[in-house]
């Protein structure tokens, strides 16, 4: 359903470094790189047909995080929901919520963790045992 998810960074750098250790927990490699008309810089992790993107803000205001709103992660088992909460930590992020681990939900189990970034975006790993 989704084709890509666009985050905001007031500092693209420090983005980048973050995201190219989180994200290569889950088998993305380095990102493509861009940079518009307008002189601002993209960055397009593109994995498993799914895009997640970072960029400076076009209208040059600073970057501000959804209250209420969550990217999340798929990831393939557990141990990796925990190793992608841990390189995240690692890397700048902070700890939210529970620890990583097992949660009752609708859809059955479920294994999650949350942090937020370093510009504040709330993420999640999900791993839904098949």
Do not use: W
């Not at 007031?10 to 190219?20: A, H, L, S, W």
């Not at 790189?33 to 400076?56: A, M, P, W």
């Not at 009752?104 to 999650?112: I, N, Y």
């Amino acid at each position: 359903m989704l084709n890509h998810v666009m985050i905001g960074s007031n500092n693209i750098e420090k983005t980048r470094q973050f995201y190219d250790a989180v994200l290569a927990v889950l088998g993305a490699g380095a990102p493509f790189e861009h940079v518009n008309d307008t002189g601002q810089k993209r960055l397009f992790y593109i994995h498993d047909g799914s895009t997640f993107c970072i960029t400076e803000p076009i209208d040059g205001q600073p970057v501000s995080v959804a209250n209420g709103s969550t990217i999340g992660f798929t990831c393939d088992s557990p141990a990796q929901i925990k190793e992608f909460h841990d390189v995240a930590i690692a890397n700048g992020a902070i700890a939210i919520e529970e620890p990583p681990g097992p949660r009752d939900s609708s859809m059955g189990p479920v294994h999650l963790c949350y942090f937020l970034d370093p510009d504040g975006h709330k993420i999640c790993g999900f791993h839904r045992p098949a």
